[in-house]
């Protein structure tokens, strides 16, 4: 099993690189390509990388409960 560190900085990670390409593309549907867009996409990251980090360590304790429910015993 991965050390709670190693956990800690993946999530770190991959809510970075979600809240990134999320935040992007989601303004970029909003506004279209513009250098409005451009502009914005940086603040809409800033604001978006806190609440999907929080979100994450609710979903990811969630998450792992239902995979460690729905995963057959009897398997290693």
């Known amino acids: 099993m991965t050390d709670k560190k190693t ?3 993946a999530q770190l ?3 970075l690189m ?3 390409t999320m935040s992007g593309i ?3 549907i909003a506004m279209g390509p513009s ?3 451009l502009s ?5 990251f800033l604001i978006a990388f806190p609440i999907a980090f929080v979100l994450s360590l609710i979903a990811s304790r969630l998450a792992f409960g239902i995979a460690h429910r729905l ?3 009897n398997n290693p």
């Open 26 to 28: 989601m303004s970029l």
């Open 18 to 20: 979600m809240a990134t």
């Open 35 to 37: 250098l409005m867009w």
């Open 7 to 9: 956990l800690l900085l």
């Open 71 to 73: 995963r057959p015993r």
């Open 40 to 44: 914005a996409w940086p603040k809409q």
């Open 13 to 15: 990670l991959i809510t």
